[in-house]
């Protein structure tokens, strides 16, 4: 299958193609995978019961998703991945603030899935665990390699298997013996649940930097609505399911946390074809989203300091270097995954919603989806260098966020003051959002021109 030959370039209209329903297997099939179902568990780890388990996840995962979709309708407009959009909102050079931060997510989510699939294969693989991750870094690479394309297909093919075998995995977890109450509301706790609420919000913003990499290649004329809906479908369907299958397995299981993948397989029958053919795809579909988008957001890094033309052996050497360092992660083994991934998640949070604030802000609210494409990639152009007031307001933010932090780490004083209770991701929201389009405001006039190509 032929590589893909363009990175953070412009699609022309002549090579745009595809329908916007292919966005719902791309973002069902995404949260098709033990990472997601583990992600599950973290409600029940914070002592709530499955009602209110299941509650906090529909709820976050309905919220979250409406930043996610929003950000992927950008992508047929514009034409262009979506980091590198964000020069318009930083500069050309201040996007590398907010790059350097997704690029720490993107290594982040690698090393957990990749954990999460090595575990679940160690006691049917022949092979040692170094091993098994350096191979799973190998197939990543290559599938991230061809490009756009074959991992719309990847995702295609992987939604519709996981539709039966997480299907029957569902009916199974039914039938599982459960303590009495998991399903009434009895128990709520607000600050475990406004925490897990938190978590399904954050892992639907976790696409954000990404999300418009996979509509951009769709036909201008596309319409706006019919990508945010099925984007939209996809993720919250697809997030939701494997989450609340997750929780309730980590109730109908015991130790089910310790080892997610292999007590998935186990409880399917198990089976060493089932293992390698399904829990891996799952884990190598949604890495190949990590280190494809690890790629765009290099690239676009580099990119300013130098005209970098990215052909196939180009395209090669980067990720070959992003993927080695990323599988070298890997190997640094985590005591406690769970603690690991809990922290993890909240610590995206913090860094993400505010950048989604102000790059949503400026895309409907300031520009209205008026871009000129052409000085996004030039350093003099209307954009500038860097764009100091959407580089403080983010880092501002980050700031703010902090006496409203509560993880194991570090809990800020407000948070302490409010038994625990998390919104950091509120402030993250509501004051870039606020700020950057006050102050954004009074530049209206480099908002009006026409989109350029």
Not at 15 to 27: A, I, N
Not at 32 to 40: M, S
Not at 144 to 149: E, I, S
Not at 154 to 172: C, D, H, N, Y
């Amino acid at each position: 299958m032929k590589v893909e030959n363009r990175s953070i370039d412009f699609i022309p209209e002549d090579e745009r193609y595809g329908e916007p329903r292919s966005l719902f297997f791309v973002w069902f099939g995404a949260n098709a995978n033990i990472t997601t179902v583990a992600a599950g568990v973290l409600p029940i780890s914070l002592g709530l019961n499955l009602f209110w388990s299941v509650l906090s996840i529909l709820v976050g995962s309905m919220i979250g998703a409406v930043f996610m979709a929003s950000h992927s309708a950008q992508g047929p407009r514009l034409g262009i991945p979506q980091m590198i959009q964000s020069r318009a909102q930083f500069g050309v050079f201040g996007a590398i603030v907010p790059l350097l931060f997704v690029m720490l997510i993107y290594l982040g989510f690698f090393v957990s899935n990749t954990l999460l699939a090595a575990q679940a294969v160690a006691t049917a693989s022949p092979f040692s665990n170094e091993v098994n991750i350096i191979l799973l870094g190998v197939v990543c690479f290559l599938v991230a390699l061809v490009g756009y394309r074959f991992i719309h297909r990847f995702q295609k093919i992987l939604s519709l298997v996981s539709i039966a075998v997480f299907g029957f995995a569902t009916v199974l977890s039914l039938a599982l013996p459960i303590e009495p109450g998991q399903w009434t509301p009895q128990g709520f706790s607000l600050v475990s649940f406004l925490a897990s609420v938190s978590i399904s919000v954050t892992w639907q913003l976790s696409y954000a930097p990404y999300v418009a990499d996979y509509s951009r290649y769709l036909p201008t004329r596309t319409s706006t609505r019919q990508v945010f809906w099925y984007s939209y479908l996809g993720t919250v369907i697809g997030g939701s399911w494997m989450m609340v299958l997750g929780a309730m397995l980590a109730k109908g299981v015991a130790g089910f946390s310790d080892n997610v993948g292999l007590n998935l397989v186990g409880l399917m029958g198990g089976g060493t074809l089932l293992m390698f053919g399904f829990v891996l795809y799952g884990q190598v579909a949604i890495n190949v989203f990590n280190l494809y988008g690890a790629f765009m957001s290099t690239v676009t890094v580099v990119e300013p300091y130098a005209q970098l033309k990215v052909t196939p052996l180009v395209r090669a050497g980067f990720m070959l270097v992003i993927c080695a360092a990323a599988t070298g992660l890997c190997t640094l083994a985590q005591n406690d995954f769970l603690q690991f991934f809990l922290n993890f998640i909240f610590f995206m949070s913090y860094f993400l919603i505010p950048w989604t604030a102000i790059n949503l802000v400026d895309y409907y609210a300031l520009r209205k989806g008026v871009y000129r494409i052409a000085d996004i990639f030039e350093p003099d152009g209307i954009y500038g260098r860097v764009n100091w007031i959407a580089v403080s307001v983010f880092l501002i933010t980050i700031v703010l966020e902090i006496p409203f932090m509560s993880t194991s780490l570090y809990t800020g004083p407000v948070a302490s003051a409010l038994q625990g209770i998390d919104l950091a991701w509120v402030v993250g929201l509501l004051i870039p959002a606020g700020a950057y389009y006050g102050l954004m405001s009074r530049y209206r006039c480099a908002v009006t021109a026409p989109v350029e190509t």
